[in-house]
Nanobody, 126 residues
Framework: QVQLVESGGGSVQAGESLRLSCKVS????????MGWFRQSPGKMREGVAT????????YYGDDVVGRFAMSLDFASDTVYLQMNNMVPEDTAVYYC???????????????????WGQGTQVTVSS
């Protein structure tokens, strides 16, 4: 059974940084990809970052390019999202997600992800 457990959410001031973690268990190591998504009240869930364990490249949504960085610790099955220079518009519930076994491509499409974490609240005040 695949489980994703997030941690690291909280409240920060604009310009500050925060790091989210997502521990993956029960998945086929090296045979899936990961994504970070976020959802603000009244808005659709949007893709923030995507990467695949064992592959170097990561890709980002337009709103976070240059500020957010996704990293994947292949050995510990943990995915991180480092968020720098945060702005109030980054306020949202953040989710990590994993694709099904065998779907191994960088993607920010919600429908490509099968497994989801419980979400963690991030609040940025001005």
């Amino acid at each position: 059974q695949v489980q994703l457990v997030e941690s690291g959410g909280g409240s920060v001031q604009a310009g500050e940084s925060l790091r989210l973690s997502c521990k993956v268990s029960g998945h086929d190591r090296g045979r899936y990809c990961m994504g970070w998504f976020r959802q603000s009240p009244g808005k659709m869930r949007e893709g923030v970052a995507t990467g695949c364990p064992g592959l170097e490249k990561t890709y980002y949504g337009d709103d976070v390019v240059g500020r957010f960085a996704m990293s994947l610790d292949f050995a510990s099955d943990t995915v991180y999202l480092q968020m720098n220079n945060m702005v109030p518009e980054d306020t949202a519930v953040y989710y990590c997600a994993a694709t099904a076994t065998g779907l191994r491509r960088w993607t920010l499409q919600l429908d490509d992800y099968t497994y989801w974490g419980q979400g963690t609240q991030v609040t940025v005040s001005s």
